[in-house]
């Protein structure tokens, strides 16, 4: 189960990163909702690993 976990919280943090690295060309409001929700994607997916998979534990 820890392995389910990690991985379903790795890729959440990969998708957070994909969100965070797109940018929209004279689109200053569509780019700052990225990074907005990149980032957060981002602490969610840490605290999930952290929460379920309980990697400081191992």
């Not at 998708?15 to 689109?27: A, K, Q």
């Not at 990225?34 to 690993?49: A, D, E, F, H, S």
């Amino acid at each position: 189960m820890k392995i389910i976990n990690s991985i379903i919280g790795l890729l959440i943090i990969i998708w957070g990163s994909l969100l965070l690295s797109i940018t929209v060309h004279d689109e200053t409001y569509k780019t700052l909702m990225y990074k907005v929700n990149g980032t957060l994607l981002m602490t969610l997916g840490i605290l999930y690993l952290r929460k379920f998979a309980k990697w400081r534990k191992q």
